[in-house]
């Protein structure tokens, strides 16, 4: 893969460079503090996250004003004169809809474009960044006498950013390569400029206007922003997940912690639409499956963050796999599971035993085992905006529920619509399920005997 380097303008007349690598949906990647794309491509280390992102996306990243090979010394670097920058840059390439991936103080920026053009971004990924403020250390104190000795000398300056954004135990060469980085991505007066704006921002407003799925991660060790922003964040954005990673401020992106839980996630984006485009979001009578991984939280106080998340990969493989081998939609992750209909019930069952025989034979080699309940219901959905509502699907969750890690459970309507099509059940009587009046009568699929 080779990157392409452009350059757009902005409506207040400043020229921002971009570089297009990849094919597929597009990408849209803001910057933190300093960038440099020339310099990126040429680390070995950078270069290889971009290109496994390139692998799946269409991914265009920038150099913000003042930075890398975008103008410099342009005077203006307010969050607003950002969003011109990003708002110029998806102008430019006529993008309709896209993912955005924010880092630091690209964050706000961001949010705030988000905010505005909500129809435009279908995800978005921040990572060590804030809604508010953004000093230094958390300690305001600390942040001016840091912004002082860049003012006063960028060399040490930039050091001793270094050693802020590296931590006092990484490897000493990643913190001799950064603070290179840093000289070459930006020169004195302007690093000084946007070290002030930073502690100027302030998008809690604009918080709750973010429709948009959002993943927000942050490193534990984090001196530059604390992890506390990130959860004030992650808390402020609806339906927002929360995931931190082991190391400092930089850490992640060198070391390519943030890509392993930020492409997951944005894939599944890509997977949900992609669905929903062929039609996944039916009309008419369906069977409705629900999965669910047993423990995912004990699973990730247990292994951390990055383990728990590569086992729940796992899990999304093998259910997706299954659901194409038998003519089943994927409607939306879950979570801890997926929720998917089919024309067909036997097609349906069909899937639920490919499923757990996958994994029988998976936990058989594993230290590590995944079991998963599975639910099934029949009924006539309610189809709006790519999901499905009403009773049947209520049913169906609940039913999901009710099922032991290893099990599948179904519905009496799901048996009867198979009847005669050499599935065997076992009748576990009629069951009080929460939210619903009468008892329904549900039956446990012998899959383990089904040849």
């Given amino acids: 893969m080779e990157q392409e380097i452009r350059f757009c303008t902005t409506s207040d007349g400043v020229r921002i460079a971009y570089a297009v690598v990849g094919a597929g949906p597009p990408l849209v990647h803001v910057p933190g503090w300093i960038s440099h794309l020339e310099l990126d491509w040429a680390l070995p280390m950078s270069r290889e996250i971009w290109e496994s992102y390139a692998r799946h996306f269409r991914v265009i990243r920038m150099d913000k004003r003042g930075t890398g090979l975008s103008d410099r010394n342009v005077g203006d670097y307010s969050l607003e004169a950002r969003v011109r920058d990003l708002e110029a840059l998806v102008d430019h390439l006529e993008l309709r809809e896209f993912a955005l991936q924010g880092v630091s103080e690209g964050g706000p920026t961001c949010v705030s474009y988000a905010a505005r053009h909500p129809e435009r971004v279908s995800r978005i990924v921040l990572y060590g960044t804030f809604a508010k403020g953004g000093n230094l250390a958390g300690d305001t104190e600390f942040a001016s006498a840091v912004k002082s000795v860049v003012k006063a000398e960028w060399g040490m300056g930039s050091r001793l950013l270094s050693d802020l954004f590296v931590g006092e135990d990484a490897d000493p060469v990643l913190a001799q390569i950064f603070t ?29 206007k973010v429709r948009a799925p959002t993943l927000v991660v942050h490193a534990r060790a984090d001196r530059v922003i604390p992890i506390d922003a990130g959860r004030e964040l992650a808390a402020g954005i609806p339906k927002a997940r929360f995931v931190s990673v082991e190391g400092s401020h930089v850490n992640p992106l060198a070391s390519g912690a943030l890509r392993d839980v930020a492409l997951p996630f944005l894939r599944e984006g890509l997977e949900t639409k992609g669905s929903a485009a062929t039609g996944a979001v039916p009309g008419g009578f369906v069977t409705i499956l629900f999965t669910d991984m047993q423990g995912s939280t004990a699973i990730t106080q247990r292994l951390g963050d990055q383990k728990a998340q590569e086992l729940l990969r796992q899990h999304n493989e093998i259910i997706r796999e299954a659901l194409k081998a038998h003519d089943g939609s994927e409607i939306k992750h879950t ?69 032991e890690p290893g099990q599948i459970v179904v519905a009496n309507v799901v048996r ?17 399920l929460r939210g619903f009046e009468d008892p329904v009568r549900l039956y446990e699929v012998r899959w383990q005997d089904d040849s």
């Fill in 335 to 403: 979570g801890d599971g997926i929720m998917a209909t089919f024309p067909a019930a036997s097609q349906a069952l069909a899937c639920a035993i490919a499923i757990q025989r996958v994994f029988e034979e998976r936990n058989a080699a594993s230290d590590e085992p995944v079991r998963v309940r599975v639910g099934l219901n029949a009924g006539e959905p309610v189809a709006e905006e790519r999901d499905i509502f009403g009773t049947a699907v209520q049913l169906a969750a609940r039913v999901c529920a009710r099922a």
């Fill in 416 to 432: 009867e619509l198979v009847a005669g099509k050499g599935f065997l059940f076992s009748d576990m009587g009629e069951v009080e």
């Fill in 180 to 208: 290179e980085y840093q000289r070459q991505g930006a020169t004195r007066e302007d690093a000084y400029a946007m070290l002030e704006v930073n502690t100027e921002i302030d998008v809690r407003e604009l918080l709750p």
